[in-house]
């Protein structure tokens, strides 16, 4: 079975550029979490989905940053404009719901200039 | 809200022997779940063994075990003859079981194992 896919695996831009980030889940699986994971604030969640609908976007860190899951396999967040302080390694998860195991995807890391 | 401690930046221990990575942790729901992730220098997150709040033993997972003691809050994650493969971070990380399914995660502890 494929895990959690996620693309692009690196990414460079400049300031000022728009950044989108792709999630494919674990099929099956209902509930869709990003993270992001940086040396000053370690691994912090951003927004969470429950079958396609956002349950917890509280760490999602301002304005610029939108998350969208449009069906069950799918999801996108984007940074407009992006910032060199949203540098990070961003993370897709997926589990099967309340109390399953979260499986991540391999990250991207994302380098704004 | 829910607090993870990992007081151990970091640990050097010989190939072979024991090592224990020390989790404290801090919520006042009675449901929730404990989890230990490794991540090495390739990035990836690696699901290694979860442990729930009313488990009546200890998880184990093949060389990792879990040394859950409710009462003083703590979820040690022991892995019995290491490998040099087993150098990475290591994360804990908790979960309540009511409404939120977010996780809460520590500091983690860089575990290099020595040949």
């Known amino acids: 079975d494929a895990g959690v896919i996620q693309s692009p695996r690196h990414e460079v831009t400049e300031m000022g550029q728009e950044v989108t980030l792709r999630c494919k889940p674990i099929?099956?699986?209902?509930?869709l979490f990003w993270y992001r994971q940086t040396m000053m604030r370690g691994l912090e969640l951003l927004i969470y989905f429950n079958n396609n609908v956002p349950i917890d976007d509280s760490g999602m860190p301002e304005d610029r940053f939108s998350a969208k899951m449009p069906n069950a396999s799918f999801s996108t967040l984007k940074i407009q404009p992006s910032e060199p302080r949203d540098s990070a390694v961003y993370f897709c998860?997926?589990?099967?719901?309340?109390?399953?195991?979260?499986?991540f995807g391999p990250g991207t890391r994302l380098l704004v200039l | 809200a829910q607090k993870i401690t990992q007081t151990q930046p970091g640990m050097f221990v010989q190939e072979k022997e024991a090592v224990t990575l020390d989790c404290t942790y801090d919520?006042?729901?009675?449901?929730?779940?404990l989890f230990w992730y490794k991540q090495p220098s390739s990035g990836e997150m690696i699901f290694l063994i979860y442990q729930g709040s009313y488990d009546q033993q200890n998880a184990t997972e093949g060389r990792y075990s879990l040394n859950f003691q409710k009462a003083r809050k703590s979820a040690n994650l022991v892995i019995s003859a290491s490998q040099l493969g087993d150098s990475a971070m290591y994360f804990c990380?908790?979960?309540?079981?009511?409404?939120?399914?977010?996780?809460?995660f520590g500091t983690g502890t860089r575990l290099t194992i020595i040949p």
């Open positions: 919520t006042s729901d009675p449901s929730y779940g």
């Open positions: 990380a908790m979960r309540t079981n009511f409404g939120n399914e977010k996780l809460t």
């Open positions: 998860a997926s589990s099967g719901g309340t109390e399953e195991t979260q499986y």
């Open positions: 099929s099956g699986h209902n509930s």
